[in-house]
């Protein structure tokens, strides 16, 4: 089939469009004849746009059919070609190329974009560092992989970009204190340092990295060896070692001195002269009548310094002649009251015998000529009773005085002295009326609810405010406060007791008991872990719920009922340091002590923990530490 002529002559029109980047307008006009902006000329131009379609070329057949349909159908239709720069965006991804749109002619107008514009090479990879526009092409800079370090071999991998590979060569690390440089793992090191010594014992051995060996001066005077037998106190003198002539005096008149170096040890050498047995003076003023020996030495007869008193050491010193330095030596008195004595700044000092018997009852002395004497006084004494007082001395003996008061003045207290211990003051029974109530723990205690005291009838139930039912002790009959201390403050042994059928068997038997026969009948038969358990669930109780009803309230205040309260209170919320304290004599001293002690007295109460070992100070703190959280 052939083409039509209008086609081709598009296709002719189009040819140089394509080498300068533009594009047609319109193909057709609205009735079908060729487009004003488009000039196709030349003889054969089908100005009624119906062209001849050779057998073949379906496509294009197709599309100028479309064409005249067009063409006969909308003959007012818009020209075709480019509207927008948008359309042209083929032409401006070309590197250093920009493409606009001309709507006046509808082709797209290509430019080259100005030199040193930046652009993106075809091709580009890790080895192109930058690329800019030159006279239209996109030109590549690569680039630079040298890293300035001569143990690397630098390239550029198109893939990988730059590669410095270690190299194993010889280099200068610019240091001027090492040598034998050598490359190792891309680092430039010396493999040995450069000796600077200079065998110059004046001088300082140094090294500068830049400049290389340096030899500074010592201080002059500083002491060196210059190698010489006959020279002595060598010192440096402006880098040098030097020394003073040894001239090998031996201070002996009798000998001639002179140094020489090929002589073994220090070169001297002392000649006797032929002065032997004549007369001479050392100068010593320790020396008399001297004269020279057959070996050069000046020798004379010790001057005698002894000057009779034991109590010098006696001595010949030069320049100065006879010494005598006092010693310590031991020494005798001349009276029976003096005892051995000791020197002292030369002269025997003797101490007064002392006569002191021992009794309080005697005035002790001693008498120059018989000895010590004891005569009886009547001075006040300590017959070592605590439950006697103003003892005294009668006939040399210390006799008993009367009986001490041990009256506190406290009625809910029992009042009684131990030939040991002294005043002792016992809580009386629980519930023995006193002046605003009944006793509970040595206190007496009224029954107001909320004056923070749980009197002898208070219980958590009637005043829980007083009587807290989560901490303390419980009165005997107060079953709901004894549960409730049981389930907080013996958990554990509760536990251990439920989950022995027997030892619940005997818990629940004794709980109906009111005698101490039953009691001990429900524990009958009980294997021994059992009755363990039920011990120990019992004396927590004890310990806890309903021992002397103390109810765990702080105690508070002054004087004996502070006292008894805080031994209450001890006694069962830190039950095992209190048995353990009062099992150490130490112990009890240490905090008997303390008791006297003003608040914040320091010197007072570090003499009270030199009462007792290290042990008994440690368990003391540890027992008023658990007092003042549960007590105080």
């Known amino acids: 089939m052939r083409k039509s002529l209008a086609f081709k002559m598009l296709v002719a029109a189009l040819a140089p469009c394509v080498l300068v980047g533009c594009l047609p307008a319109a193909r057709t006009s609205g009735d079908g004849t060729a487009a004003a902006a488009m000039d196709l000329g030349g003889p054969g131009a089908d100005t009624a746009g119906n062209q001849d379609v050779?057998?073949?070329?379906?496509?294009?057949?197709?599309?100028?059919?479309?064409?005249?349909?067009?063409?006969?159908?909308?003959?007012?239709?818009?020209?075709?070609?480019?509207?927008?720069?948008?359309?042209?965006?083929?032409?401006?991804?070309?590197?250093c190329r920009t493409a606009t749109c001309d709507k006046a002619t509808g082709f797209c107008v290509?430019?080259?974009?100005?030199?040193?514009?930046?652009?993106?090479?075809?091709?580009?990879?890790?080895?192109?560092?930058?690329?800019?526009?030159?006279?239209?092409?996109?030109?590549a800079v690569t680039v630079a992989c040298d890293d300035n370090n001569a143990c690397t071999k630098d390239s550029c991998d198109p893939a990988k970009g730059c590669i410095n590979a270690a190299v194993d060569t010889l280099c200068d690390d610019k240091n001027a204190c090492t040598q034998n440089d050598v490359c190792v793992d891309k680092v430039?090191?010396?493999?040995?340092?450069?000796?600077?010594?200079?065998?110059?014992?004046?001088?300082?051995?140094?090294?500068?990295?830049?400049?290389?060996?340096?030899?500074?001066?010592?201080?002059?005077?500083?002491?060196?060896?210059d190698g010489q037998k006959c020279t002595l106190a060598d010192g440096c003198k402006n880098?040098?070692?030097?020394?003073?002539?040894?001239k090998c005096d031996d201070n002996k008149l009798c000998t001639f001195d002179l140094c020489l170096e090929f002589e073994k040890d220090d070169g001297c050498t002392h000649t006797p002269g032929s002065a032997f047995m004549l007369a001479c003076n050392d100068g010593s003023v320790c020396n008399l009548n001297g004269a020279c020996d057959i070996d050069g030495n000046c020798t004379g007869t010790p001057k005698d310094c002894d000057d009779g008193n034991p109590c010098?050491?006696?001595?010949?010193?030069?320049?100065?002649?006879?010494?005598?330095?006092?010693?310590?030596?031991?020494?005798?008195?001349?009276?029976?009251?003096?005892?051995?004595?000791?020197?002292?700044?030369?002269?025997?000092v003797t101490?007064?015998?002392?006569?002191?018997?021992?009794?309080?009852c005697t005035n002790d002395s001693c008498d120059p000529k018989s000895g010590c004497l004891h005569a009886a006084n009547t001075a006040a004494c300590g017959d070592g009773n605590p439950c006697t007082s103003a003892d005294f001395c009668k006939d040399g003996a210390c006799q008993a005085g009367?009986?001490?008061?041990?009256?506190?003045?406290?009625?809910?207290?029992?009042?009684?002295?131990?030939?040991?211990?002294?005043?002792?003051?016992?809580?009386?029974?629980?519930?023995?009326?006193?002046?605003?109530?009944?006793?509970?723990?040595?206190l007496c205690l009224g029954a107001t609810c909320g004056d923070g005291l749980c009197g002898f009838t208070e219980s958590s139930g009637s005043c829980a405010s007083d009587c807290p039912a989560s901490g303390g002790a419980c009165t005997v009959s107060d079953t709901a406060c004894q549960a409730t201390c049981v389930a907080s403050k013996c958990a554990t042994q509760a536990a251990a007791c439920n989950a022995d059928p027997t030892c619940a068997a005997v818990t629940s038997c004794e709980s109906a008991c009111t005698t101490a026969a039953c009691r001990l009948g429900c524990a009958s038969g009980?294997?021994?872990?059992?009755?363990?358990?039920?011990?120990?669930?019992?004396?927590?109780?004890?310990?806890?719920?309903?021992?002397?009803?103390?109810?765990?309230?702080?105690?508070?205040?002054?004087?004996?009922?502070?006292?008894?309260?805080?031994?209450?209170?001890?006694?069962?919320?830190?039950?095992?340091?209190?048995?353990?304290?009062?099992?150490?004599?130490?112990?009890?001293?240490?905090?008997?002590?303390?008791?006297?002690?003003?608040?914040?007295?320091?010197?007072?109460?570090?003499?009270?923990?030199?009462?007792?070992?290290?042990?008994?100070?440690e368990l003391g703190a540890d027992l008023d530490n658990c007092s003042a959280i549960a007590c105080q």
Do not use: Y
């Open 54 to 95: 050779a057998a073949g070329d379906d496509a294009l057949a197709a599309a100028d059919a479309a064409s005249q349909t067009d063409a006969k159908s909308n003959a007012d239709a818009p020209l075709l070609g480019c509207k927008t720069n948008a359309e042209c965006a083929a032409f401006a991804a070309i590197p």
């Open 110 to 139: 290509q430019a080259v974009k100005e030199d040193g514009a930046d652009c993106t090479p075809t091709g580009a990879h890790p080895c192109v560092a930058s690329a800019a526009c030159a006279v239209g092409l996109c030109v």
């Open 188 to 225: 430039c090191k010396g493999t040995a340092s450069v000796s600077c010594d200079d065998k110059n014992s004046c001088s300082k051995d140094s090294c500068d990295p830049t400049t290389g060996c340096v030899h500074a001066n010592l201080v002059d005077s500083t002491t060196c060896d």
């Open 239 to 246: 880098g040098v070692c030097t020394g003073t002539v040894n």
């Open 312 to 348: 010098t050491d006696d001595s010949c010193k030069e320049p100065t002649g006879c010494a005598h330095k006092p010693n310590t030596a031991v020494c005798t008195g001349a009276s029976p009251c003096d005892v051995s004595g000791q020197c002292s700044a030369g002269q025997c």
């Open 351 to 360: 101490k007064t015998k002392d006569c002191n018997d021992g009794n309080n």
């Open 402 to 442: 009367p009986a001490t008061s041990c009256d506190d003045g406290d009625a809910c207290t029992s009042d009684s002295c131990d030939m040991t211990k002294g005043c002792l003051h016992a809580p009386v029974a629980p519930g023995t009326t006193c002046s605003v109530g009944q006793c509970v723990a040595g």
């Open 526 to 617: 009980v294997p021994a872990g059992s009755l363990a358990h039920a011990n120990a669930l019992h004396a927590c109780s004890q310990a806890f719920c309903v021992a002397n009803n103390w109810i765990g309230k702080k105690c508070s205040g002054s004087g004996s009922q502070l006292t008894t309260c805080l031994d209450a209170c001890e006694g069962s919320m830190c039950a095992g340091l209190s048995l353990s304290c009062k099992a150490s004599s130490g112990c009890l001293a240490i905090r008997s002590c303390l008791q006297a002690c003003a608040n914040g007295d320091v010197g007072c109460i570090t003499g009270c923990m030199g009462k007792g070992s290290a042990t008994d100070a």
